[in-house]
């Protein structure tokens, strides 16, 4: 049983080892060559914690995580554990930063496998560590020229476009009038997201919207779109899809798996919507991934 | 971040620390204070693997578990962290037997409480673990005088009564006719168990069906009976009142909670069944304890 810590982890968590285990998992996911319950949520009085579970057929290990937003920060944690006979082989204490990568290339993924090629503005919704690193990792995939950053406080604002322009990202305050082609949401909003953030856009990515009472889309953008989701179920139950659909837009079939997406292509020039919940297989893959290569 | 082992455990985890711990988990359960999501089962090839997790208000921690039955064995562990932070503060390795002993203690607990006072004959179905530990834990709690177990098998049976004789408690092979007040069912049965097994019974404690697709109490014994559930929903969604609701034998709001049992008591006089499916809250319990145990 071995315990490893962030400062190991992170020199061999690198994008050449997660975007592969993400891309497997999402598309054996899609195969039905996984095993993903539903994810566990607990309330607490000062934040919340996930817990989700994930085993890719085949594996030796599955991985049981918390990905926990507390007033203190976020935390989590990854359990390693042997598919064979249940024991423990690692704890990785990531501080919930493996959960971060893994959400960033799950969406750097599908946001460049569904958005026209010439597109290379981007603008984000939101200012918090996934706005920063869904475009990061989407730039080890394609090329982006511009970044758009809209959020409430301007302070954030500013904070996250100085953090942008140390990574060599031209970015920008989103106001007025301006739109992009490529819209990518990571808020915890409760309540829809304004429509003129959307009315340019071509492809969405939403990952914010990861439990009950959670929503950042406004459902009119469904209406039309070509929809991906990681998990059909999890995105019905509490995803922005979900919402949509509850609300008459769209069927509760119309939905494509972002694995299939991934595997398969998709349309770049019809409008659409990628809807991540965040699936524990994803997390099993990259869990393993990083034992592997810590064992290696 | 600790990773303790069951040798550092064993001596901690007594029923003088359990006992109290599970109790006070499933009278805050009963009460509201607690925060307990659905557990989540992983199927694999050669076992499955059962994921809790909770939160008594209150508490510095809470927990997240894993049971597993393997072809090669129980295993499990449990996990704590800070209800306040999200951060490990333990690791658990305790090789599933905390998952064991809370369960027998939370068995012995409720069957001590049903039962009626000069009732010292118990029959146990099934032969496993739990067959054994449900009558010890009871034992602490109550004089046993003489077991019966019933099996399938003969060999598992001679073994159990060897086990129990072992721990000085007289034990005989149930067959024929025998008929005990008491009847502790600790099976992994998918159908349910023969009728006449519980002909005499006066209490039932059922621990088995601990997931959807198992059953092991035949649904006429609820007609009529007092019903105690460890968790309303769980035993509704999988334990064995969920099957006597679904036949329409039972209403699903006749039931009374384990944790109102405890705290307020309970007629022995009347036919009684206790269903525990088990509860996360438990687990926190347990593993708070035994944190605070090690660490005073």
């Known amino acids: 049983m071995k315990v490893v810590g962030l400062d190991e982890i992170r020199p061999v968590a690198t994008p050449a080892l997660i975007f592969p285990a993400v891309r497997a998992a999402l598309i ?28 890719l057929a085949g594996s030796p290990y599955f991985a049981v995580k918390t990905a926990g937003t507390f007033d203190a920060g976020n935390n989590g944690l990854m359990l390693v554990l042997d598919a064979a006979a249940g024991g423990p082989v690692a704890l990785l ?35 918090g560590e996934q706005a920063l690193l869904q ?22 604002v500013d904070t996250l476009c100085a953090q942008f322009a140390a990574a060599g990202i031209k970015a920008v305050a989103g106001s007025g009038r301006w739109g992009a082609a490529c819209v990518i949401t990571t808020t915890s909003a409760r309540e829809p997201l304004p429509f003129e953030l ?40 509490h995803g922005d899809f979900g919402n949509a659909v509850r609300a008459g837009v ?47």
Do not use: N
Request: a negative charge.
């Open 135 to 156: 475009v990061l990792w989407l730039r080890e995939l394609r090329a982006v020229s511009r970044v758009q950053v809209w959020g409430r406080r301007s302070d954030a």
């Open 250 to 296: 769209v069927a509760p079939d119309i939905d494509v798996a972002v694995g299939a997406v991934l595997r398969d292509g998709a349309d770049r020039e019809r409008r659409s919507i990628a809807d991540l919940t965040g699936i524990g297989a994803a997390d099993a893959a990259v869990a393993g991934a990083v034992v592997d290569q810590l064992s290696g």
């Open 198 to 237: 959307f009315q340019d856009a071509v492809h969405i990515t939403g990952i914010g919207t990861d439990m009950p009472g959670k929503c950042e889309l406004p459902i009119e953008v469904f209406d039309g779109a070509l929809v991906a989701t990681d998990d059909h179920e999890q995105c019905l139950d």
């Open 93 to 127: 204490a990531d501080e919930g930063m493996l959960t971060a990568w893994r959400t960033a290339a799950a969406g750097a993924l599908v946001t460049d496998a569904m958005t026209p090629l010439d597109v290379d503005e981007i603008a984000v919704v939101g200012t």
């Open 28 to 55: 054996a996911h899609a195969e039905g060559r996984t095993v993903v319950p539903p994810p566990m949520v607990l309330d607490f009085p000062r934040g919340d914690c996930h817990v989700k579970a994930g085993y």
